[in-house]
């Protein structure tokens, strides 16, 4: 069973569920479970290069690191917590850090769940999906498909008319005044454009006979198997078997909606 062949819209309430399910827990070893079983399964099943993760994984770590190193540094300390270390003002204590490493945790756990969705998933298959399964209006999901799909075009307009303006003598913007001037020259012929653009694929789905009607036939059907039900089950099971693990080992703790 490969994540690319899930149905992705019960590939999403899955990752849904999943997060709602961690946010309850507040304890170090649950989202680090978690995080090792969703990283494993998204390499493994998902056939995702491990470069390519840890490019994307990486900003969070950071992101992680500075929510650990606030958390020391501004946490509460209680009477009756052990202390680990002081100077000055600052004290760090066992629950302290504990509470800290727990939020760094949570959000590298929410990422790779993030990145197991988006790393499997086909934009043009999940608002398929959104429309087969959820029903989702097909004149807000093909919009959404065809802003999609003129983003590369928009990108190389954007260059082309920058290189025009280069060979033309167009010095470049220093000034916050010359830069907003700048931006008005690319704005301008890059809105028309996106205008034109917009109207000739309006008056093309016009002429193919596109109303936006909820019950039209799908070329492309999105359905959903026992394989999907069967990777939402065992994805919630996992979180769940982290929690269990945690408690086990008499770590779990419930959030209670202070630091």
């Known amino acids: 069973m490969l994540l690319h062949d899930i149905n992705p819209s019960i590939k999403a309430l899955t ?36 470069k390519k993760w840890l490019l994307l994984f990486s900003p969070f ?3 992680a690191f500075i929510y650990i190193w606030s958390a020391v540094l501004f946490s509460r300390t ?23 490493l727990s939020l760094g945790l949570r959000v590298l756990s929410f990422t790779s769940l993030s990145l197991l969705f988006i790393l499997t998933t086909k934009p043009t298959e999940f608002l398929l999906s959104l429309m087969q399964q959820c029903r989702l209006s ?25 290189s025009a303006h280069r060979i033309r003598g167009v010095g470049k913007a220093r000034s916050f005044s010359e830069k907003l001037a700048e931006l008005k020259r690319y ?50 099971a996992a979180v769940l078997l982290s929690a269990y693990t945690s408690w086990k080992l008499g770590y779990l703790q419930l959030y209670n909606g202070e630091l």
């Open 15 to 50: 990752v849904v569920i999943c997060v709602l399910i961690l946010s309850i827990f507040f304890d170090p070893l649950t989202p680090l479970l978690t995080l090792i079983i969703t990283a494993s399964t998204t390499l493994i099943l998902g056939r995702v290069s491990i």
């Open 78 to 100: 209680d009477q009756g917590e052990t202390i680990l270390w002081t100077w000055g003002i600052l004290t760090l204590t066992e629950e302290g850090f504990q509470r800290a």
């Open 138 to 162: 097909p004149k807000l999901a093909y919009g959404i498909m065809a802003g999609y799909r003129f983003l590369p075009l928009i990108k190389e307009e954007f260059e082309i008319i920058r």
């Open 61 to 63: 770590l950071f992101m």
């Open 187 to 236: 704005a301008v012929p890059l809105l028309a454009g996106a205008i034109r653009k917009a109207e000739r694929t309006a008056m093309a789905m016009e002429s193919k006979g596109f109303t936006g009607d909820k019950n039209r036939q799908f070329y492309h059907k999105i359905t959903v198997t026992w394989k999907d039900l069967a990777f939402s089950v065992i994805m919630v």
